[in-house]
């Protein structure tokens, strides 16, 4: 028996580990069985290389809890070390590694997001542990086992053993303030949640399976059970494989498997495979957002060979593109490093471009091969479409290929189709397409009529980024220019160049001005009189372009809108100098009731754009009533 001082130059560093670390104390299973998961994969690396004789047969990694002993055992097939090799690994190795780590970062606790997920390993146990053997035999030949021992000083103990089965057994002795860690259902949730998909099946415990029935076996006979080893996770997930082996169904099991508590299905997948010049494999998939459901939950996961990491990708993925699910896997991902190091990184940054231009891809070949389908999604995708075209301008240069705008008749263009389309009528006098849209149809239903009336096309933009994206595409493409339909009266949407002749002279429109703007309250409506159809409506109220714009902008953020104040509810009152009733306004004598015919059509034009509401209404309706009795 050996015993001997590992070689650190902290008399402890296990106190720091574990305070370090608080929070993330479940990670010891993880490294444990990454461990051994490496240690296997090395061992049939070597068989398959002819290094080793005979056969290897089909390693398994097992987990086993015994409460009363209070100890949890991780137990694999692997290479397994020599007493030179624990020496050589484990006591200078991983001990230097988990000095190094907590050198590194002990200054930086509060920054950590994602540190603490790797760079632990081995030493990680000693959170939990009070003690830790290791019991291991080498594959090489004439090797002799061994067993090691630390309690978390720097002093250890190595002797021969006696065990005969190639591989590594690690035992935890599990401190007092872990015990939980001895619970059968918190080890499943950690193999839930970070073993999943590892390469090397996982036993823990085993589960009765019930056999097939016999042929011609009675309707009610019950089916024989056979014990078997309980694997908790899926060694090949779909991801893992090449595309072209995966039919539909299967991306579509792989999804339930991710997120089992989804019923929705998702509505489309991206394989992500590349090689250079960074490793990354991954399945992306767009999933049918619905407004109730906390979105939060099931998040894009990212994982490091298999091994589950953090379901926090910022920085990685693209913002717009957080909202997806599924999985990204990149060996070439630097974990333990901080948020704002792993945006700066330029492996990260060519990671995340990459990721924005095959979804863009993915996007173009869907639009190319069925529009039809592509049209029907709409909907539920475009909002991140929508996102996407704002914040990556490479994702907005690709966008003209398959971002779509709809009508309100359900329609769909491109963009550069509905500018052909409607270039013939909807060119002002300026020469720019005015392209006109309505963000509801239903409060906006008597402007989206008089605009069709013309002939016109309405959009139905309804996302609430549609302000930020519009002003986008305005700086970005040539003459075009976006109007809301109710943003001034139809004949002013588009102005052409054609006048039409006012009944009323200069002098009378003078007279009629002041007296309407007595009877309104002046600080939010701003009269404006124009000579149009004597059939269109006397009053009628509107909101300019680009002051609800703006205050839209402001409302959703961004834009360089800081700063700007508020920007007050500002509207138009639209007087038609050309209806009858205007006219009857202007030549009423007595002046109550000139008053109480402007208060009336006032609020019926308020009341068309559902701006009437409380004691104004009341009002309304009372004077209604009098007036047909
Ligand atoms: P890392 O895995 O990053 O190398 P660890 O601290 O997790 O760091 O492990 C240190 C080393 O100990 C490993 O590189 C490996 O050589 C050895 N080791 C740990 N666990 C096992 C095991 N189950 N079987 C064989 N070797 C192991
Ligand atoms: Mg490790």
Not at 443 to 450: E, K, P
């Amino acid at each position: 028996m050996a015993t001997g001082n590992i070689n650190v130059t902290a008399e402890n560093i296990f106190p720091i580990i574990k305070k370090f670390l608080y929070s993330d104390h479940e990670i010891f299973l993880r490294e444990l069985i990454s461990n051994a998961t490496d240690a296997t994969l090395k061992l049939k690396h070597l068989s398959t290389l002819g290094e080793i004789k005979g056969d290897i047969g089909n390693p398994i990694i097992e987990i086993k809890v015994d409460k009363d002993k209070k100890e949890i055992r991780i137990i694999d097939q692997g290479v397994g070390m020599t007493g030179e090799e624990v020496e050589k690994y484990i006591n200078q190795v991983a001990f230097s590694g988990a000095e190094e780590f907590v050198e590194k970062y002990k200054d930086k606790v509060e920054d950590s997001g994602i540190i603490g997920h790797f760079g632990l390993g081995f030493y990680s146990s000693f959170m939990v542990a009070e003690k830790v053997e290791i019991f291991s035999k080498s594959f090489a030949e004439g090797s002799k086992a061994v067993r090691w021992e630390c309690d978390g000083s720097p002093k250890y103990t190595l002797e021969e053993s006696d065990r005969t089965e190639r591989g590594t057994e690690i035992v935890l002795h599990i401190d007092d303030d872990s015990l939980e860690f001895l619970e059968e259902s918190k080890i499943n949730e950690l193999l839930n949640k970070y073993n999943k998909f590892m390469p090397i099946p996982i036993k823990f415990g085993t589960k009765e399976e019930a056999l097939p029935l016999p042929e011609g076996a009675a309707d009610d006979a019950k089916p024989e059970t056979i014990t078997v080893d309980n694997i908790v996770n899926n060694p090949n997930p779909a991801w893992t494989k090449n595309p072209t082996e995966l039919s539909d169904e299967d991306y579509k099991v792989f999804y339930r498997e991710m997120y089992p508590m989804q019923f929705e299905e998702p509505l489309f997948n991206i394989h992500l495979n590349v090689d250079y010049p960074f490793n990354l494999t991954g399945i992306l998939y767009f999933p049918k957002l619905s407004r109730n459901i906390d979105q939060s939950k099931d998040k894009i996961q990212l994982y490091q060979n298999q091994v589950f990491v953090t379901d926090n990708v910022e920085g990685i993925v693209p913002d717009f593109l957080q909202m997806l699910r599924g999985v990204i896997d990149s060996p070439d991902i630097p974990l333990n490093v901080s948020r704002s190091y792993l945006q700066a990184d330029g492996a990260v940054k060519k990671i995340s471009s990459y990721i924005t231009r095959k979804v863009a891809d993915k996007l173009i070949s869907l639009f190319k091969n069925d529009r039809k389908a592509f049209e029907e999604k709409w909907d539920d995708i475009k909002i991140i479409i929508e996102y996407g075209m704002l914040s990556e301008d490479k994702f907005f240069e690709k966008s003209d290929k398959f971002a779509l705008y709809p009508t309100v008749d359900k329609e769909y263009f491109t963009l550069e189709e509905l500018i052909e389309e409607i270039k013939p009528a909807q060119t002002d006098k300026d020469n720019k397409v005015v392209i006109l849209y309505a963000s509801d149809v239903k409060s906006q239903h008597s402007y989206i009529d008089a605009a069709k009336e013309k002939g016109y096309q309405v959009l139905l933009l309804d996302s609430p980024i549609v302000s930020h994206l519009i002003q986008k595409l305005e700086g970005s493409k040539e003459n075009i220019q976006f109007v809301r339909v109710d943003s001034d009266h139809v004949d002013n949407l588009i102005k052409k160049d054609e006048q039409q002749l006012s009944k009323l002279s200069d002098e009378e429109k003078e007279t009629l001005k002041p007296i309407i703007e007595e009877a309104i309250p002046k600080e939010t409506y701003t009269v404006q009189l124009e000579a149009m159809d004597s059939n269109a409506n006397p009053f009628m109220i509107t909101q300019p372009e680009f002051m609800r714009r703006m205050k839209e902008m402001q409302a959703t953020g961004g834009g360089g809108m800081m700063g700007m104040g508020n920007f007050p509810e500002m509207y138009n009152l639209v007087v038609n100098t050309n209806n009858e009733l205007v006219g009857e306004i202007l030549n009423t004598k007595t002046k109550k009731k000139q008053e109480r015919l402007i208060q009336q059509a006032f609020d019926l034009a308020k009341l068309s754009q559902g701006l009437l509401h409380g004691e104004e209404l009341t009002k309304f309706i009372k004077r209604s009533f009098q007036m047909v009795k």
